[in-house]
Structure formats: structure tokens, C-alpha cells
């Protein structure tokens, strides 16, 4: 049977890197691509981080009950939807696992839809002034950068990610990214036991 690898962390804690190089590490582990209502970001393409979508393709999805999970957050910019769509991307019958990247709440929502079972969190965090200098740096490097929503972002990270929040989700272990290299291998490890 097919298990989810689910990487999370606070904004900036490097989890999107990760999860590209966890991607090219453990290539017998299938992406799932989620959705999201925001405005592209300079350096992203449709169909790799997310897909890019509409408020109204949403609600679509929501009508034919097809939503695995769906959050949306009231940003400086309006509000801004991410989602996990049943479009065939996963298929926990076979043998194949999986690898996503998502908040907190999604691994929640996510656990709840396949079961506990199915999913292992994969909890990267970093010490909070180096993601703060890592969040400032990327946004710099926006055409437009959008410091009002870095700063909400990175708030916000700290009611949700509260430790309370991660023992109810059963995360119990966490990769600290301090260095790149040896929290991926430990990740790889972790990740190679349990398939």
C-alpha cells in the first residue's frame, strides 16, 4: 500500500527547496501538485509548484465534491485559496508513495481524507531570525515585493505552527534545516525506513 510523505514548516524554513531535492533523491516517490488562487510568483510555472487557478475552478471542484483538503487566507491582497484536488495524482492502492508539501492544516485535512496511516510528516523548522533574513531576501528578489504579506505570513506561522498543533497532528520529530545538506540526508533516511 501507497504512503504520503508530507513536507511542512514555517514560511521560509526551506521546505520548497527540500522538497525539489527530496523530488530528485528519492525519485520512486510520485509529486502531487496542489492548487492555489494566488498570482504566480516570478520564477514559478503552472503545473510545477502549483497549479495556477481561479476562484471559480474551486468552486467547480467543490460542486463535484472532488476537494481532498482546501484552506483559504485573508491576505493584505485579498483572499488566497490552496487546495488538494482527487484528479487522479494519487493512487494509494498500489505500491507507489507519494511526496507533497503543505501547512500544517493541509497534512491535517489530508491524514483525515486517507487515513493516519497513509500519511508521514515530514516537519522542517528553522530558527526564526535566519527564516525571517531567508523571507526578506526572497522578497526582495520579486519584481514586486510584497512585505505586508511576509510579515502576516510569518505571524501567523507562529499561532500554527505552535506546539500544541504539531503533537495533535502526531508530529513528534522534526529536521532542523540549519544545514541543507545534512537535513536532507536525514529526511532521506527517515523517508527509506518507512517505504
Known amino acids: 500500500m501507497g504512503k504520503i510523505f508530507y513536507v511542512m ?3 521560509a524554513s526551506g ?8 523530488l530528485k533523491r528519492l525519485p520512486q516517490l510520485k509529486k ?8 504566480i510568483r516570478d520564477g514559478e510555472r503552472d503545473g510545477e509548484e502549483y497549479y495556477f487557478t481561479t476562484t471559480e475552478k474551486l468552486e467547480e471542484f467543490r460542486k463535484e465534491n472532488r476537494l481532498i483538503e482546501e484552506r483559504t487566507y485573508e491576505t493584505i ?9 482527487d484528479d487522479g495524482q494519487i493512487d494509494l492502492e498500489g505500491e507507489n508513495g507519494y511526496l507533497m508539501i503543505g501547512t500544517l492544516e493541509s497534512f491535517e485535512k489530508t491524514r483525515s481524507y486517507f487515513g493516519k496511516d497513509r500519511l508521514f510528516p515530514l516537519y522542517v523548522e528553522v530558527d526564526d531570525g535566519d527564516r525571517l533574513l531567508r523571507a526578506i531576501k526572497r522578497e526582495r528578489g520579486q519584481k514586486v515585493p510584497k512585505y505586508k504579506e511576509l510579515c502576516r505570513r510569518f ?3 507562529e499561532e500554527d505552527f505552535r506546539d500544541e498543533n504539531l503533537l495533535r ?6 529536521f532542523c534545516n540549519q544545514e541543507l545538506e545534512a537535513c536532507l540526508d536525514e529526511i532521506v533516511h527517515a523517508v527509506t525506513e518507512e517505504i
Open 32 to 39: 502531487v501538485v496542489l492548487y492555489t488562487t494566488r498570482p
Open 9 to 11: 514548516g514555517k514560511s
Open 155 to 157: 505571524l501567523a506561522d
Open 77 to 85: 491582497y485579498g483572499p488566497w485559496s490552496y487546495f488538494t484536488v
Open 169 to 174: 497532528c502526531g508530529i513528534h520529530r522534526r
Open 15 to 22: 521546505k520548497d527547496t527540500i522538497y525539489k531535492r527530496l
